[in-house]
């Protein structure tokens, strides 16, 4: 679809050169697809054909602004607004290269001004915002981000600035909230992968913890909060399953032929990647109480991590005779005849 609007606003530029609008539209195009020095280009000539075209000054600004070139953002910004002054993204962002160049103040000025001529402008709303919240001025910044996200539901960067501050607050549950709100929009956003895990810590939900950090880390390998949050939740999780296994083999102690202990024993050791004790466990959970469907399932998936896959297929077998109508177990099965055949497939 963007290469058929290029050759579009192409075409339309090649029957009419000095056609400034498509010369500006299709710098909008180029910069959104990553290739800036072209939108430059195509701005420039827009400004050129028409000096008094405000939006391509601001369209600009913003180019630079993301290029950290800052004086040369707040000179288009700036231009774009003597010939246009009640611009209210323009004054958004200058406020926004204001800040870059500390200026706090006089950015908060210019989102004010924004705000007065667009309400409803949730950049502004979202930017004076995080400007109040490093003044110190909490209720402000909260309550200029809310309004963001009500503007438009599915802002990432508000979401996620809000979840910061009310996490910060000790407002663990409000901050969830917009931190799923994040990952249902953008599931690959490290950031709120680490700020969920560091809520699941604070829950004590640490198999989700170690699952949201690791995903964090996954999305972003340099993102070191997140590295460093692992291995605290690593160390923590293994803490854990260490203390339950010794409740555990103390119950066995007392009851060595409950075949419950013995199949949460084998969880354990699987959990912990100890192959096989986790299958002796299963097996003598089984032992006890044949008829046990979760202790055969784990055991043939212990087998299978194991890549014993002719004793994990016999076990899953024995699974679909208990129980005929799990889907899960024939698809198990034609799982483990695909890797004896070195077929990829994943087990459920």
């Known amino acids: 679809m963007s290469d058929e609007a290029r050759r579009n606003y192409l075409k339309a530029i090649e029957l009419n050169p000095n056609f400034f609008k498509a010369h500006f539209e299709l710098g909008n195009l180029l910069e959104k697809q990553g290739k800036s020095e072209e939108a ?10 028409n000096p008094n075209y405000a939006k391509a000054y601001n369209s600009l600004g913003m180019v630079f602004l993301k290029q950290d070139k800052t004086q040369e953002a707040l000179d288009y910004f700036r231009k774009a607004l003597r010939i246009h002054p009640n611009f209210s ?21 210019h989102y004010q001004t924004a705000l007065q001529l667009d309400p409803d402008l949730p950049e502004a709303q979202l930017n004076i915002g995080n400007a109040f919240m490093e003044q110190g001025k909490t209720e402000q910044g909260i309550s200029h981000i809310r309004k963001a996200v009500k503007l438009k539901p599915d802002y990432v960067e508000a979401h996620n600035n809000l979840g910061g501050y009310l996490l910060g607050q000790g407002k663990i549950d409000q901050a969830l909230t917009h931190f799923n709100a994040v990952l249902k929009i953008n599931p690959d956003m490290a950031e709120a992968h680490n700020n969920i895990g560091i809520i699941m810590v604070h829950k004590g939900n640490i198999n989700e913890a170690v699952f949201h950090f690791q995903e964090a880390v996954r999305i972003n390998p340099g993102f070191e909060l997140a590295q460093d949050n692992l291995r605290r939740a690593l160390a923590i999780q293994q803490n854990q399953m260490d203390t339950e296994l010794e409740k555990i083999r103390a119950a066995l102690e007392s009851n060595p ?3 419950q ?13 100890e192959l096989n004790a986790a299958i002796g466990q299963f097996q003598k959970a089984i032992s006890i109480r044949p008829n046990f469907p979760e202790a055969l399932n784990n055991l043939a998936m212990a087998h299978t991590f194991g890549r014993q896959y002719d004793q994990a297929l016999e076990v899953f077998l024995k699974l679909i005779a208990l129980q005929p109508d799990n889907p899960a177990s ?6 483990l005849y695909a890797l004896r055949n070195n077929v990829t497939a994943s087990l459920l």
Request: hydrophobic content about 40%.
């Open 40 to 49: 430059i280009e195509h701005f420039g000539n827009a400004i050129r054909i």
């Open 89 to 109: 993204k323009a004054h958004n962002n200058l406020g926004v290269a204001l800040l870059k160049r500390g200026k706090p103040d006089e950015a908060i000025e």
């Open 257 to 259: 032929g409950d075949p």
């Open 261 to 273: 202990l013995n199949y949460e024993l084998g969880n354990l050791y699987l959990g912990k990647g």
């Open 330 to 335: 024939y698809y198990n099965v034609a799982v």
